[in-house]
């Protein structure tokens, strides 16, 4: 008689889920979670403030004082060449340097000394009211995760440093963008890479509620406004997916176009081997770009696109596409010759121009589908985070019915910009992938 076969192995154990995190544990978390929020947004809105105010000098008060145009040709190169020159000697002469190489940093970076941070504010503060194409986000993110991390190892060593980084970057990103989703979003493809005991939404727990706390602070505060107040979108129809495919995908070959030149123009500016040198060049061709641009195409761009949306009809599309280009340009310039700042603003500005490029171009796709999809596709170049990237152009419109051509809008998107370099460097000057 044959033996019997052999027993099937039997099948592994299901994997458990992570534990849940005890409730008293994250309601300890609450208070602390709630004053870095609150002292995040007010770090940001002292260094806005202070900006707007030296922008009114510098744009305003002093030009008329001279009896020269606000935003003339010749101003603009002027005011932009002295705003590199002035950040360089203050880089030059603060602690620190104002930290590490801005191309090779992120929007949440590790940590840096307490003492480099008053220097960091300051030249971001000089950028901003000089007109350079940057916004606050990365430099504020950096003083911010500095000062809680510092101050939370000295008064609670027993909580781990990374809860501290995410607690400022929340609250820092929430008060940006005036709401805490827009922090949940960005952390969560931070924390779903990382290992670490509990669920998820435990783990998301402090930092969300310091994101709230940013952004109510800031909201009761400032009241911050993403919303241009396009005409509403009237429902989906075939030819609007046609048209939303095309423009991300516009958008993300505009995006890739800045990321390509990044590392070039770093070893431009990197060649002229002095930061003084390089940002006082920098800022003389961020000036020129200026004023083939137009002062709109200045600053970080948030006022400025609502400047756009307020006159769709006021520029041709070959305005629009020159306005996109040149933005575009000035960022690269921005963030490779050393001026301290973010990406997201001014890419912002370059897709909402594309945008309404292509509805100048097609008067039949509605200009809500148009700035939209084309600020996705220049986000998913420049940030390659695609939850941010789909908030932004979604919180721009505010109108829920363009979110599944915006979904859709994504995927041919992303094929494009997967894989490719970022616009980031890492400490030899290549692009990270």
Known sequence: MAPAPPAPPAPPPAPSPPPAAP???????????LVVGTVCALVLLGVSLLAERLQDVLWETLPDALDIGRYSSLWMVAMLTATGLAVGLVLRAVPGRGGPDPATTGLVDAPMRPGVVPGLLLVTVLALAGGVSLGPENPIT???VALAFWLGRRFAPGAPGELWVA???????????????????????????????????DRLFAPLAAGAAGALTMSLIAEPSFDLSLPAYDGAHWGDLLAALLIASAGALLGLLAVYAFPVAHRVFAALR?????????GLVLGLLGALGGHLTLFKGLDEVKALAGDPDGW???EFAGMAVVKAAALTVAATCGFRGGRIFPAVFAGVALGFCAHALVGAVPPSLAVSCAVLGILLAVTRQGWVSLFTAAVLVSDTSVLPLLCAATLPAWLLVTGRPQMQLDGDGKPLR
């Open 167 to 201: 607690l400022a970057a929340a609250g820092t990103i929430g008060a940006l963008f005036g709401t805490p989703v827009a922090a949940a979003l960005i952390l969560s493809e931070t924390l779903a890479a990382q290992p670490g005991p509990g669920a998820f939404w």
């Open 23 to 33: 409730a008293r544990r994250l309601l300890r978390l609450v208070l602390p979670a």
């Open 274 to 282: 002095h930061p003084v040198l390089a940002l006082t060049a920098g």
């Open 142 to 144: 950096a003083a911010n």
């Open 316 to 318: 041709s599309a070959a």
